[in-house]
């Protein structure tokens, strides 16, 4: 069975840093891209961050370029993301979600049910 | 402002047929498969249409995914209490490099 499960969250003052963490069992995580994927309150979902198995190609959302750094360790199983300088609307559920690809299209399939990020002084 | 527009609410009563649209671009929707997902507080959000109307193994064929040009829609035939639920588009965009969400579509099964 396909599962994950974040970890990592939590409440931090404004300017302070967080890392996330996504461990990953049931699958082959090291041939899968994986991504996160957050919810703030009231809104809808914001991709965040994208990682191909390999590291080689990753990708960020412009609005948080620079701030925040997604990282794997494949012999670990896990997904990661360092947030820094956070803000107050960085407040969110924080999801890490997988990539599979099938018959040419690439979905989000699996998905874990998130830790909730709370910036605030 | 999400990329993709969806309606932020519908409803429909037990057995009834229920769609949901979703509108973008020729960068997103135009030429990429569009995903639907189902969001239940508490839960992971759950993938229940991928590709040209797939359905991951375990989702009812009540549930169905249509695409036409930069539109896509999804449609929830015999609609019961438990499908009550937020709805969300995606897609990849290549302009953005990036994935893409609707707002997001509140379902009241009234």
């Known amino acids: 069975e396909v599962q994950l499960v974040e970890s990592g969250g939590g409440l931090v003052k404004p300017g302070g840093s967080l890392r996330l963490s996504c461990a990953a069992s049931?699958?082959?995580?090291?041939?899968?891209?994986m991504n996160w994927v957050r919810q703030a309150p009231g809104k809808g979902l914001e991709w965040v961050s994208s990682?191909?198995?390999?590291?080689?190609?990753?990708y960020y959302t412009d609005s948080l370029k620079g701030r925040f750094t997604i990282s794997r360790d494949n012999a670990k199983n896990s997904l990661y993301l360092q947030m820094s300088s956070l803000r107050a609307e960085d407040t969110a559920v924080y999801y890490c979600?997988?990539?599979?690809?099938?018959?040419?299209?690439?979905?989000?399939?699996?998905w874990g049910q998130g830790t909730l990020v709370t910036v605030s002084s | 402002q999400s990329v993709l527009t969806q309606p932020p609410s519908a409803s429909g009563t037990p057995g009834q047929r229920v769609t949901i649209s979703c509108s973008g671009s020729s960068s997103n929707i135009g030429g990429k498969s569009v995903n639907w997902y189902q969001l239940v507080p508490g839960t992971a959000p759950k993938l229940l249409i991928y590709g040209v109307n797939q359905r991951p193994s375990g989702v009812p064929d009540r549930f169905s995914g249509s695409k036409s040009g930069t539109s896509a829609s999804l449609a929830i035939s015999g609609l019961q209490s438990e499908d009550e639920a937020d709805y969300y588009c995606a897609t990849w965009d290549d302009s953005l490099s990036g994935w893409v969400f609707g707002g997001g579509t509140k379902l009241t099964v009234v």
């Open positions: 049931g699958f082959a995580f090291s041939s899968y891209t």
């Open positions: 979600a997988r990539v599979t690809c099938s018959g040419g299209t690439c979905p989000l399939d699996y």
């Open positions: 990682i191909s198995s390999s590291t080689l190609y990753i």
